[in-house]
């Protein structure tokens, strides 16, 4: 997992605000960009993914911003709900590739 | 239908036991994934399989021995197991060719508990 750095951790907000989980990575190969929420006892889910041909997308309350040339993109979660709360990963894929790489996850508690 | 279901949800064994986990899926999911999640760490891939024919093995253990045996289900069988074995089973799959976005389908796993 060396070729995903994922922060912070965990995190901590209160309900209203801003969560933004970042991620960093050494693979130029990666293609496809997308970030996984996962709850307790449940597997992950797609929340939202970005193609490197575009440098931001939005769905909802959701945005990845996406760096190329730093080889770095991030997850905002605006006006942050306590049922945000969740482990969210970011794991990014090679071209044609099988497989993704997971960041070590981002531990998100959202305070009523 | 847009579910991965896996089964059993929980599972003890001992090490000496032969058990079996089953996922189904019925998407027309032509690639199908094991991964193991220990607490508090990200999913470690451990085999692929795209049509019906393993592709990736991750260096796992023979004790795990995966099975397609069709394009919907895909089972894990366990043997001799340790309790380093002890994690969350997450079943996945994904469609191969022009439908695929990307996007990986997990289920909810199974929770192997070995003593």
């Known amino acids: 997992q060396q070729q995903v750095k994922q922060s912070p951790q965990s995190l901590i907000v209160q309900k209203g605000g801003i969560s933004i989980i970042n991620c960093a990575y050494e693979n130029t190969a990666f293609d496809y960009f997308p970030w996984y929420q996962q709850f307790p006892g449940k597997g992950p889910a797609l929340l939202i993914a970005i193609r490197p041909d575009v440098s931001e997308k939005k769905e909802g309350r959701f945005t990845i911003s996406f760096n190329k040339s730093a080889k770095q993109f991030s997850l905002h979660i605006m006006d942050s709900q306590p049922g945000d709360s969740a482990t969210y990963f970011c794991?990014?894929?090679?071209?044609?590739?099988?497989?993704?790489?997971f960041g070590e996850g981002t531990q998100l508690t959202v305070n009523p | 239908d847009t579910e991965v279901t896996q089964t059993p949800k929980h599972l003890v064994m001992g090490m000496t036991n032969k058990k079996s986990l089953k996922c189904e899926q019925h998407m027309g999911h032509r690639a199908m994934y094991w991964y193991k999640q220990k607490a508090k760490k990200p999913p470690e891939l451990m085999f692929v399989y795209s049509y019906e024919k393993l592709s990736i093995n991750e260096s796992v253990p023979s004790r795990f021995s995966p099975e397609c045996p069709n394009s919907s289900l895909l089972n894990l069988h366990l043997h001799a197991l340790q309790p380093e074995d002890s994690a969350l089973y997450l079943c996945?799959?994904?469609?191969?060719?022009?439908?695929?976005?990307?996007?990986?389908?997990f289920g909810e796993g199974s929770r192997l508990t070995v003593l």
């Open positions: 996945a799959s994904r469609p191969i060719g022009t439908l695929n976005t990307g996007e990986l389908f």
């Open positions: 794991a990014p894929r090679g071209p044609r590739g099988s497989r993704l790489t």
